[in-house]
């Protein structure tokens, strides 16, 4: 209770982004500071427990409930921390760190996580842990039970541990998974292109009576035009059928699978295979 007190008595100096009138004590404790990045907009952290400066540490510690919110940026866990430096005479955040039941919002597009942490001058994301997801509004998903990088500048992400990229119809699965989000016309996050590594397997068709599953080594999916591109040891697979091969060009929007082989004369890939059972 009695830094609770100590507490309250710093907040006049930090509530609000250079508010010349005290702030007065809430449940809701409140602090802004300047980031250390392009954009101009503060970070307004807050907490319903408690909102910790420790200045020999360069700190904001908020527990309870605590948030962080820039511009169309959100972050909310039950702990944050974020590190500043001082800069002409102002506390330029530069990281953030979440702890516990994390939810971001980064203009529409939700990732969750037990744990992350934030750049703000790079942009990048970094989400730790199993169950891990990003959804866009366009209800695109990654998810992963290792780890999601994503750096909101560029739009690229990293998944590792399980990852999963789905569509409604669709999902492509890997050892990794390296994505592409672009911003539409309306500034929302949608996936643009996937490019998988190891044990990848594509799946179309989902919700129908007969989906298509194909598996390869690796995989580039381009979501904007519904087509995939699998190489090494590619099968693809509807019911019973099958065909081998050492490449394919999948449509998914059509249906349509071309299956081709090796480049090398020398592979045993040289040839395509089909195996194809028919209703007695």
């Known amino acids: 209770m009695k830094r609770l007190a100590i507490l309250l008595l710093l907040l006049p100096r930090l509530a609000l982004a250079q508010n010349n009138a005290p702030a007065q004590p809430t449940a809701q404790q ?3 500071a300047t980031p250390a990045a392009s954009s101009k907009e503060p970070i307004v952290i807050e907490a319903a427990g408690s909102l910790v400066w420790q200045q020999a540490d360069k700190t904001y510690h908020a527990i309870g409930d605590a948030s962080a919110t820039r511009g169309a940026l959100n972050i909310k866990a039950d702990e944050l921390i974020a590190h500043y430096v001082e800069e002409n005479g102002q506390n330029q955040i530069q990281f953030l760190e979440a702890n516990g039941h994390v939810v971001i919002n980064d203009n529409g597009a939700i990732a969750v996580a037990p744990h992350a942490q934030y750049n703000t001058v790079t942009g990048d994301m970094d989400l730790t842990g199993q169950n891990l997801k990003i959804t866009t509004k366009k209800n695109e998903i990654l998810s992963a039970n290792q780890q999601i990088q994503f750096n ?10 399980a990852p999963v990229m789905t569509r409604p119809d669709r999902k492509l699965s890997a050892d990794r998974l ?3 989000f672009v911003k539409d016309e309306t ?18 068709g989902i919700g129908t009576a007969n989906p298509s599953i194909s598996t390869s080594d690796t ?3 381009d979501a904007a035009h519904g087509t995939a591109l699998l190489t090494g040891n590619v099968k693809l697979s509807r019911g019973q059928n099958q065909l081998n091969g050492d490449r394919a060009e999948i449509n998914m929007n059509t249906g349509e699978s071309r ?19 028919q209703n007695k």
């Open 30 to 32: 409140t602090v802004s």
């Open 152 to 161: 909101d500048k560029s739009g690229k992400a990293m998944a590792l541990g």
């Open 178 to 180: 390296d994505g592409q």
């Open 187 to 204: 500034g929302n996050w949608t996936l643009q292109t996937g490019n998988a590594a190891g044990h990848v397997i594509t799946t179309s």
């Open 219 to 221: 995989g580039f999916y």
């Open 259 to 277: 299956l081709l082989p090796s480049l090398s004369p020398n592979s045993p890939d040289h040839r395509v295979r089909a195996i194809l059972y």
